[in-house]
T-cell receptor
């Protein structure tokens, strides 16, 4: 079945770039997503990329997709304390319903 | 305001006492789903519903029931809760016609079973 893997923790200094990585196994993935969960809240879609794209940029966020290696990354430039959250990688295939990774806790320290 | 509303947000109960967590969405979404979130395990899907009167098991359905009598509501029922069902529960919905699979989440219901 589908599997999405990501590391559990990432710690960065305020102002540095953060890179959160994710690998997936479903070769029929159509969309790949990054969701953000702030403390005490539900998940919110941060960004997504269609599988025929290599890169998507949205202000401080850059998503890179290597479809050959089934590797997805999220880069956050100039990381701020407000970026501290859990980031979930997810992918969807023909059903268009996402399968989630376990989430990466991003800790931003001064 | 477009939203997914869950109730209660917090609940402490005892083993065996039936409870229901309600979920309602006002976006006319066909798809609805329940997840549980546990430390180190991420999000695991419990049940989902593609439309009214259509429900299917997710990855961890044991000990749970759902119903989808109306499009907007998707309650999660624990007939006889046990301590291993202590968790943070999320309801989510999605418009299937959007094709991107974006899920809209409620704020979560933290359940403790003693």
């Amino acid at each position: 079945g589908e599997d999405v893997e990501q590391s559990l923790f990432l710690s960065v200094r305020e102002g540095d770039s953060s890179v959160i990585n994710c690998t997936y196994t479903d070769s029929s993935s159509t969309y790949l997503y990054w969701y953000k969960q702030e403390p005490g809240a539900g998940l919110q879609l941060l960004t997504y990329i269609f599988s025929n794209m290599d890169m998507k940029q949205d202000q401080r966020l850059t998503v890179l997709l290597n479809k050959k290696d089934k590797h997805l990354s999220l880069r956050i430039a100039d990381t701020q304390t407000g970026d501290s959250a859990i980031y979930f990688c997810a992918e969807s295939g023909g059903s268009y319903i996402p399968t989630f990774g376990r989430g990466t806790s991003l800790i931003v320290h001064p | 305001e477009a939203q997914v509303t869950q109730n209660p947000r917090y609940l402490i109960t005892v083993t065996g006492k039936k409870l229901t967590v309600t979920c309602s969405q006002n976006m006319n979404h066909e798809y609805m789903s329940w997840y549980r979130q546990d430390p180190g395990l991420g999000l695991r899907q419990i049940y989902y519903s593609m439309n009214v009167e259509v429900t299917d098991k997710g990855d961890v359905p044991e000990g749970y029931k759902v119903s989808r009598k109306e499009k907007r509501n998707f309650p999660l029922i624990l007939e006889s809760p046990s301590p291993n069902q202590t968790s943070l529960y999320f309801c989510a919905s999605s418009p299937r016609e959007a094709r991107t699979g974006e899920l809209f989440f409620g704020e979560g219901s933290r359940l403790t079973v003693l």
